[in-house]
């Protein structure tokens, strides 16, 4: 186990396989930005990966989430979950996706060993999607994938909606419905100020206690709290069903204290935050001949040095941090 310097210990890994995306949503990668997007070269191949989570999962790493830009776009992903699949002592595989084509890719994947699935659904509404993800996209498909997941047994399937005052937050109880008729273990995501390109400003956040107290009104909640340090979300449950929802307050209630991630870009690069200007480069090492046990050292020597905790300081430290790494790029 690999502490950091203020006491927090590396147990997960998020992985982004691309930085590309079918979709161009306005609070992450806005349609009116040009985007230089990576080249094939560019990208870790799943065997450089799989490498890397071994050697992660040596110094303490328990669990990967598999995300992006949008992962399945990346051909043959169900390839990385087997890889990941094999790794003693890598109790659990998620991914995030925008659901889009997960109906058609589901079965391969499972079968592969993906444990846990996120799906993202920001409005039950056709029209407004096609206008927040930036493209004439189908809604409907997104749904017929959280239901294959539902339907596949996978339990809970996690759907994250991102809350942006003036677009989605008229949804919040629609979605709740949705989820609650559907049993699906909805998690409300408070919008951040991650990257530079998405016009991030306080005004736009709904925050954790506007979103619980219309819950409240309508449904009656009580809060379970985090499960562990490291959850990113609070959770709580409704009162007649007791089914469980979860907040991602990451700007009106930080978690950086239990934040044990490590990120990994699709191009070979670790953040040890999400709001990091700066990534190290451990493709180099890893196309350069390094042994295991190099790059283990190498792990260590950035996880022992950190200190981020954006989130806790973000009035203090927007100032100084200005390059933030976009989201699509490390991962969310
Ligand atoms: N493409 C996949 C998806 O959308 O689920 C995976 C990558 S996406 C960057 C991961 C998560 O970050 C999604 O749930 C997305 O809604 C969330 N996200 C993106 N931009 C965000 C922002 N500015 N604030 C809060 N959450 C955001
Ligand atoms: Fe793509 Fe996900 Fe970002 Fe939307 S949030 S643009 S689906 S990576
Ligand atoms: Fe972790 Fe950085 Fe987010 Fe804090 S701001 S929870 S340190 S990723």
Known sequence: MVGDKLGRTLRDVRISVTDRCNFRCFFCMPPDKEIEFLQR????????????????????????????????????????????????????????????????????????GLKRVTVSLITLNQDKFTSMVGRDVSLNRVIEGIRSARQMGLNPVKVNMVVVRGVNDDEILDIAEFCRENDLHLRFIEFMDVGTLNGWNMDRVVTAQEILSLLDKRFGVEELGKRDGSETSVRFRYRDTGQEFGIVASVTRP???????????????????LFSDRGYDIKKLLRSGASDDDLKEYVK??????EDRYSELRSLERAQVKDRVEMFRVGG
Do not use: Q
Request: with cysteine; hydrophobic share 40%.
């Open 301 to 306: 020597s950035i996880w022992t040095e950190r």
């Open 41 to 112: 070269s560019e990208l870790l191949s799943y065997e450089e990966i799989a490498r890397l989570v071994g050697v992660l999962v040596s110094l303490g790493v328990r669990k990967a989430r598999i995300t992006g830009g949008e992962p399945l776009m990346r051909a043959h992903l169900e390839n990385l979950v087997e890889k990941l699949a094999s790794i003693e002592g890598l109790r659990d595989i998620a991914l995030t996706t925008n659901g889009y084509t997960l109906d058609r890719k589901l079965d391969s994947l499972v079968s592969a």
């Open 255 to 273: 978690f950086c204290s239990g934040c044990t991630r490590l990120r990994l870009s699709a191009d070979g690069k670790l953040f040890t935050c």
